[in-house]
């Protein structure tokens, strides 16, 4: 039995970085975990991740992979559902978002894309021009990239206000009072499945926990 699979984030439950999520707490599931705000529960599960790589073999190759499940679970945490995983957005090509969550207006389609990476490097770039592919198609789009280096983020949202990055709204450091702040914000949106004449949002996994 797996969590991670019965609410769509994973589909097999003998994956490395499944057992290790699943794992890393004896007495609770991330349906039960504790936790003051966002950033708490976010820092409980790294830290545990970390702890857990000290004891064994580092894999530094599922880093991003645990960093996904616990942002994916603590949007399920949070009420901030429906959302995709691993989408695709119609008339924005070659291009696959870490999460999309979907709003439509009567006047706009604004979908929120979410890029998750435990580190940046150059590879901001990347989350900054896929950033800047979807609001050629969805100009109200927002699209932010969450990480857990303080130092990275500090840097590109130094870029993002001088204008050297085109697509990215903001970096959220995870560890911080800037992630409770992202999702306060974004709680107040309402966003659903994808289900215009045209899909927008053609596949990827669909997580909602009210189904």
Same mark, same amino acid.
């Given at each position: 039995? #797996?969590? $991670? *699979?019965?609410?769509?984030?994973?589909? &097999?439950?003998?994956?490395? #970085?499944?057992?290790?999520?699943?794992? $890393?707490? @004896?007495?609770?599931?991330?349906?039960?975990?504790?936790?003051?705000?966002?950033?708490?529960?976010?820092?409980?599960?790294?830290?545990? /991740?970390?702890?857990?790589?000290?004891?064994? &073999?580092? &894999?530094?190759?599922?880093?991003?992979?645990?960093?996904?499940?616990?942002?994916?679970?603590?949007?399920?945490?949070? =009420?901030?559902?429906? !959302?995709?995983?691993?989408?695709?957005?119609? !008339? *924005?090509?070659?291009?696959?978002? +870490?999460? *999309?969550? /979907? @709003?439509?207006?009567? +006047?706009?389609?604004?979908?929120?894309?979410?890029?998750?990476?435990?580190?940046?490097?150059?590879?901001?770039?990347?989350?900054?021009?896929?950033?800047?592919?979807?609001?050629?198609?969805?100009?109200?789009?927002?699209? /932010?990239?969450?990480?857990?280096?303080?130092?990275?983020?500090?840097?590109? @949202?130094?870029?993002?206000?001088? =204008?050297?990055?085109? =697509?990215?709204?903001?970096?959220? /450091?995870?560890? #911080?009072?800037?992630?409770?702040?992202?999702?306060?914000?974004?709680?107040?949106?309402?966003?659903?499945?994808?289900?215009?004449?045209?899909?927008?949002?053609? #596949?990827?996994?669909?997580? &909602?926990?009210?189904?």
């Amino acid at each position: 039995m #797996s969590l $991670l *699979v019965d609410y769509n984030l994973a589909t &097999n439950a003998n994956h490395k #970085s499944v057992r290790i999520f699943e794992g $890393l707490f @004896n007495d609770y599931s991330f349906l039960t975990l504790p936790y003051k705000c966002p950033s708490e529960y976010v820092e409980k599960y790294w830290t545990a /991740y970390e702890n857990y790589q000290n004891l064994h &073999n580092p &894999n530094n190759s599922i880093n991003g992979l645990i960093f996904e499940f616990i942002i994916e679970t603590l949007f399920i945490r949070e =009420g901030i559902t429906p !959302f995709y995983t691993q989408a695709e957005i119609s !008339f *924005v090509p070659a291009t696959w978002f +870490d999460m *999309v969550l /979907y @709003n439509e207006t009567d +006047d706009s389609i604004a979908p929120y894309s979410i890029s998750l990476k435990s580190s940046l490097r150059e590879r901001w770039k990347q989350a900054d021009l896929e950033a800047a592919f979807l609001k050629n198609v969805h100009r109200k789009s927002k699209c /932010y990239l969450l990480t857990i280096n303080r130092e990275e983020a500090a840097s590109i @949202n130094n870029k993002i206000q001088r =204008g050297d990055a085109i =697509g990215l709204d903001a970096v959220v /450091y995870c560890l #911080s009072e800037e992630l409770n702040s992202f999702i306060k914000k974004i709680k107040k949106v309402r966003f659903s499945e994808s289900l215009p004449d045209i899909k927008v949002v053609k #596949s990827g996994a669909f997580i &909602n926990p009210q189904e």
